[in-house]
Each structure stands twice: as C-alpha cells, then as structure tokens.
C-alpha cells in the first residue's frame, strides 16, 4: 500500500468517527471498498461518493448548516457589539444585550426540545424558527448600533446642542455626557423589557412549531403569510421607527392616508381572517373534521402568529432601515425627496431617526395581544360549541344538532 | 381535500439493487460489483444499501478472510424477507407501465444506466 494510500486510509477511519456509530461501518465499507476499484478517475469518482455518504450519514448539510449560519449570526451581532473606545461604557451594555440574546437564540430551542419535544414536521415548521431566530439577532443588533449613535455626544459645539435637545434638554446646561463618549445607555428596565420580549417571542415562536403544541401546517403558513402581509403595509407606513414624523416621506401629513387606514383595519381585521380561515381549513391525520376546542385552537394560534410576525416583521426590517439610513447618504437622501439638507440637519434627522426606532418596541408588545384578543372572539364566534339542545317534547327521538 | 397518490415502494435505483442481489441471493455480493451491475455511482449505491440494511431487507457482514495487500471489503445479500420483498417488486414493475412522460424518463434514465434486467421501474422522486 502506498504512502498516499495510507493517509487515504487514515483519514477515512478518521472521518468515520463523524458519524454515529451504528453508520460507521457503511462509510468504512466505500472507503475498503476504494481498493477494489481501477486507479484513476474511477477510483476518485468511488472516493467522491464516499466523502458525499460520510456527509450524508453525518447528517453533516443540516447540522453544519445549522452551525455555520450561527455561527455567523453570531460573529455579526459580536462585531456589532464589539467595545469601542469612543463608546465608553455603553459598548458593556451592548455586549450584554449582544450576548443575552445570542444566549437565548442558543438555549431555547434545547430547552424547547426538553419540554415541547422536537420540532413539527415540514419546512414551514423549521424555516418559522431559522427566521426568527436570525430576525431576533438582527433585530438585536441594529437596535445596539443605532443605541450607540444616539447616544454619542459629539464634540462640536453646534451638534451637541442639537444632540442635548434631542436628549430633551433645552439647551447645553445641564446637558451631561463627556464629547465623545457616550452619554450612557437605556435604563435596565428598559433592557429587561427588551429582553423579556426577545425571549417571549423566541418561546412562542419554538412553541407553536414544537409537537407537542400540535399547530397545523395551515395553520403556520396562513397565520406568518398573514403576518408578512400586514408587515409590508406596517413598514410602508413606518419605514424609519414608529413616528409620523418619521414616515412624512410616504405620507405627507395625512392622518387618514389609505396606507394608514389599511393597516388600522389589517390589525384587527388580519388576525380575525387567519383565526377564521386556519379553524377551518385544519384537519385531523385522517383527514376528518378536529373538535371544535381544537379549531378555536389553531385559529387562536393563527391570529397570534399573524400579528406577532408582523410586528417583528416590521421592527427588524424597520429598524434596518433606519441603521441604513443613518448610514447611507443616498438612502437619506431618497426619504428627504432629495431635499438639500445643511449637516446639522441631517444630523438632526438622523438623531431624531434613531430615537423613534426605539418605538417598534410598541409593536412588538401590543401588535401580540391585539392578535391574540381577535383570533380568541374570532375562533369562538367561527366555532360554537355543539350544544346539546335535548328536544323538551316527550316522545321525540333525541336529536344531537351538528 | 387531501389529494390521494400513489407512490411505489422502491425507487428505480432501489429496484435496480434489489434485481442485482436477487439474481445470486445466497451469494454475498461487494459494493463494487453491485456498482457494476446497477451501474450506480458509490454515492448513490451506499446509501439505498444503508435503507435496505435499516429495514431488514439486506444484511451486510465484512469478509472473514481478506485479500492480501489489500483490506476486508464489506459483503452483503438479501435476507429471506428482502428476497421476498425484492421478487414481489421486481414482478409488480415488470407488470406496471410507465405512460406519458414517466414513460420517457424512464426510458431515458434506462437507457443512460443500463441495469442489464429488462425491469420496467416506475418514476419516483
């Protein structure tokens, strides 16, 4: 046997042990195999069909899958999260934020799989926890990076006045913060809000696609299709944070604009028709007709979905928005209508921007509990309970009414 | 409504190894002569010989006794149900024919891999 033949060998044997052992046996078997094979293109055709089997057998593309892409979810949020030496001790608390979450993103879905048992069946199921784990930790990240712009007190004169009145304050006196530190970040109150509906929606979103929560299929792409709808109309109508302020660029001034209107009447009216629509169109494995306890059920879950993707839908996307805006020139200058602004008042833009981003925070808490209070009466309405009307004549058959 | 379809047992690829072990079930067969005969690639081969392995249909022991400069291959053969089962498939494809388009790709996948058993299979994903 070869030199080469030898480290191939090796390296198989080695290679084996990455899969389970009752598979091992298998990929030992191709890489044996190999020898038996004519030298040359055949042989390294035999030897590509082997590694392909050690993946496949290692269950390597879904695992390897799962762990690149956090890993690089993780790498972005910790450079989002990375201290600087301008932001003082606020880049700690971003740190925090950072690490708090990718904790829970990590945590959750063994501590889901300990108590809820493994993931439902089907791609909707699973594609439902990737994405919001990824729109948690960009969600997250974002928020920390505008947080930190917010909050720097700049050095010159003219722009820390207008940061000490973005601040509240009227002018510079009283105005703390050293120039060019930051001036201190959010209250922990306000961070362990944050954090509780960050884990909130990461528990319910592992819930509803766990087993035993035992959602349908239906019931999860009517509920985040839904959801997705009523976030387009969402961020359309709040594109950088939840102020009107800040949407002028779409809708000039108008209280009742359509856009606005619209979304009024998908926050009530969206999770009422996903509640409506997912007790209908269940159905138990054998296809029959599930109870009707089991109907409000899903319908429930419908309407929660469809609001809390929304909300989350549109404070990710929002708050991206707004981190690229603050970032990007040509992206400010297409809000503004390409008006021509002095330095100062883009910064004032930008200050003001970032501030109504914390805003989404709104959504989040209350877009759930809308959902949750129409799907609820909606699920009801739509499925009445079988009420045993027993006909009161004597001598009548007994009648069960459907 | 739930749509009803029917999907056959084995795959083409399947039936194609379950024709080339059926042909000397008591023998034991290695993994490159199976290739041979199914004209599958190693990737492919591997893989429905794990499935069958898993439902029982093949079992797979390493040679007792190996060539010498060379090590112990992996030999395998049908069980007394994977016979069975593999005669029963076998005789259902012969019998079944593909039409339409199912017809062509068969006869396309057929006439690229070249089983060598004149088995008609069905078209499965």
Known sequence: MSK?????????????????????????????????????????AWRAGGVWVLAREALLPRRIGRAVLFAVAGAGAAWAAWPQPATGHL????????????????????????????????????????????????LVSASVILLVSNRLVPTRPAYRLIWCIAQGWSNTQGCGGVPGRSSGGPTWQAEILVMLLITGYVGLTLFLTSRRAQIARSTLAIGVGTGWLFGVVMLAVDPLGFSKWATNPWLPGSDVDPLVALAWILLFSGPTAAAVLASRRCRGPDGTRPPHNVRIGQ???????????????????GTGTTLLTVRSPWLLHWFTHGRHMTALATYRYELNTAGHAGGYVLMLMFFPVIGLIMSSLAAAIANPAPSDVWSSRPGLPITYRK | MSRVTSRPEFSAQTLSVLAALSEQPSQWQHGYALAKQTGLKSGTLYPILIRLSDRGLVEACWQAEPQPGRPRRHLYRLTAGGLASATGALAASAQQQPSGRQAAAAGARDARQPSGHGVAVPVVR
Do not use: Y
Request: proline share 6%.
């Open chain 1, 4 to 44: 080469l033949a030898r480290v191939m060998a090796a390296a198989g044997r080695g290679a084996a042990r990455l899969v389970p052992a009752g598979r091992r046996d298998w990929v030992a078997a191709v890489w044996a195999e190999a020898h038996g094979v004519p030298p040359g293109v055949e042989r390294l």
């Open chain 1, 91 to 138: 880049a700690e608390g971003r740190f925090n934020a950072i690490a708090t979450v990718l904790l829970v993103v990590a945590v959750l879905p063994l501590l889901s799989r300990r108590f809820f048992g493994p993931p439902s069946p089907g791609r909707v199921a699973r594609s439902l926890r990737v994405l919001c784990g990824a729109a948690v930790l960009a």
């Open chain 1, 299 to 317: 319908g429930i879950a419908a309407g929660l979905l469809a609001n809390g993707t929304a909300a989350m839908f549109t404070a990710t996307l």
